[in-house]
């Protein structure tokens, strides 16, 4: 398997702009996870997905973000309007059924907002 | 391309015990950062200490210490005085500005403390 597979690898973009950030878990995983990634405040959980189902969402900051995943081979982070501020690394996320599992992470979106 | 190699997929404790776990690393820079992160079943993951490679002495966080060895590439997590709460993933991790300032995770080790 080739693992969680992000893209893009960079975005820069303009403030205002709406931004897609896209994730493709590993086959037969079955949580899916996004996380945001700054020196600040390290690794942060924004929300992640049972079955294609958003469990958890209380990590979304605002409600600039949404995230969707219409099937059990991809998902997206969308943020619209971009801001300045959301300038990080986006890990997504995969791991088998379970609790303690095992969590592969993609190698992540710098994104940067200009 | 850096790596980061944890061969421990799972390690058991007792409560109270101290436990070591195992991370090397690969790279060609020489100066970096190296971060042990704990994911407890609640997902989100927690920064449990960090290592600076310019500083020769090994981190520490009450409980938690590295043995970091710059030649060997290895960065162990020493967990003295176990407890229940311990119980989690553990990821280590590599980050380096002159590596596209992105974290590179270990596969991660699964630490189990019983009572």
């Known amino acids: 398997d080739a693992g969680v597979i992000q893209s893009p690898r960079h975005e820069v973009t303009e403030m205002g702009q709406e931004v897609t950030l896209r994730c493709k878990p590993i086959s037969g995983h079955d949580y899916l996870f996004w996380y945001r990634q700054t020196m600040m405040r390290g690794l942060e959980l924004l929300i992640y997905f049972n079955n294609n189902v958003p469990i958890d969402d209380s990590g979304m900051p605002e409600d600039r973000f949404s995230a969707k995943m219409p099937n059990a081979s991809f998902s997206t982070l969308k943020i619209q309007p971009s801001e300045p501020r959301d300038s990080a690394v986006y890990f997504c996320a995969s791991s088998p059924i379970g609790t303690l599992t095992e969590a592969f992470f993609g190698q992540g979106t710098r994104l940067t907002v200009v | 391309a850096q790596t980061v190699t944890q061969s421990q997929p799972e390690m058991s404790v007792q409560e109270a015990e101290t436990v070591t776990l195992s991370c090397t690393y690969d790279?060609?820079?020489?100066?970096?950062?190296l971060f042990w992160y704990k994911q407890p079943p609640s997902r989100q993951m927690i920064l449990v200490i960090r290592?600076?490679?310019?500083?020769?002495q090994n981190a520490t966080e009450n409980r938690f210490s590295v043995n970091f060895q710059k030649a060997a590439k290895s960065f162990s997590l020493k967990i003295s005085d176990s407890q229940l709460g311990d119980t989690a993933m553990y990821f280590c991790a590599f980050f380096s500005n002159n590596a596209g300032n992105m974290l590179t995770f270990g596969g991660g080790t699964r630490l189990m403390v019983k009572p």
């Open positions: 790279t060609s820079e020489s100066n970096y950062y």
């Open positions: 290592q600076e490679a310019y500083k020769q």
